[in-house]
């Protein structure tokens, strides 16, 4: 997917008119078409390439993560030890999927951010360091066990998008996943989040500008055209 997405960057990104003619009337209906009835699948080349920035730009976060091995290897054994008592604690190979459910409200318009509570946050992150705590001060800490209780509170620290530990979550979706009614996210994953709105936001109005495609479409403005196509590729460029 990854080397799919830079092939097609470099014909849309760098080549306008290849751009513009992706935008006929018969390719922009086709696509409404496709989108509205979630046929995704069925979207031609370029509303599909479009999709791929916005799954790659909420999925920026995780896949640029710059923790050393050795960090990365514990954070997913202690998963691994608090999956087993919390059968909802966060794992690493749900990020893909939850990515492709935030694209999907975002097409439907219908996701929802709001600010967290500072005191919740602040609630959350105190439950974690006095279990912590507690555990420092235990003579025998090699008889301490990972219980629910404490697999629970350190879940609510796990942003379940890039899936980095021990973070406060100032974000919250209006998203089901799994169990949950709202998903938690830290604020690197938001601003991405916002930057693939963005995106989504202009290339919707590309599709909805039937009456300026109309005028550019003709021999006469095909000068106009061409600059358009180059701005627009400079966009998509930005973005990707």
């Not at 600010?115 to 992150?125: H, L, P, T, W």
Request: aromatic share 10%; proline share 2%.
């Amino acid at each position: 997917k990854d080397l799919q997405m830079v092939s097609s960057l470099q014909v849309y990104g760098s080549n306008g008119d290849i751009l513009i003619d992706s935008m006929t009337a018969v390719i922009r209906a086709q696509t409404r078409k496709s989108l509205r009835k979630e046929h995704y699948s069925a979207l031609p080349a370029f509303a599909q390439f479009v999709l791929q920035i916005m799954n790659a730009l909420v999925l920026k976060p995780y896949n640029s993560q710059s923790a050393m091995a050795s960090d990365r290897d514990r954070d997913r054994n202690l998963a691994t030890v608090l999956s087993e008592q919390y059968a909802e604690f966060p794992m690493q190979n749900d990020c893909q999927q939850l990515a492709c459910m935030i694209v999907f409200y975002i097409l439907k318009s219908a996701l929802q951010i709001e600010r967290r509570s500072e005191v919740m946050m602040e609630n959350e992150q105190q439950h974690v360091q006095t279990i912590n705590t507690n555990t420092n001060s235990n003579l025998n800490k090699e008889r301490f066990v990972y219980d629910l209780q404490y697999a629970k509170c350190y879940a609510k620290l796990v942003c379940r998008l890039c899936w980095k530990h021990n973070q406060r979550l100032p974000h919250c979706l209006n998203i089901q996943y799994k169990k949950e009614n709202t998903v938690n996210i830290c604020d690197e994953c938001h601003l991405w989040i916002l930057t693939c709105q963005r995106l989504w936001r202009f290339y919707e109005a590309m599709l909805e500008w039937d009456e300026g495609w109309q005028i550019l479409f003709t021999e006469k403005h095909e000068q106009s055209k061409s600059v358009l196509g180059v701005l627009c590729a400079i966009v998509i460029r930005h973005y990707s």
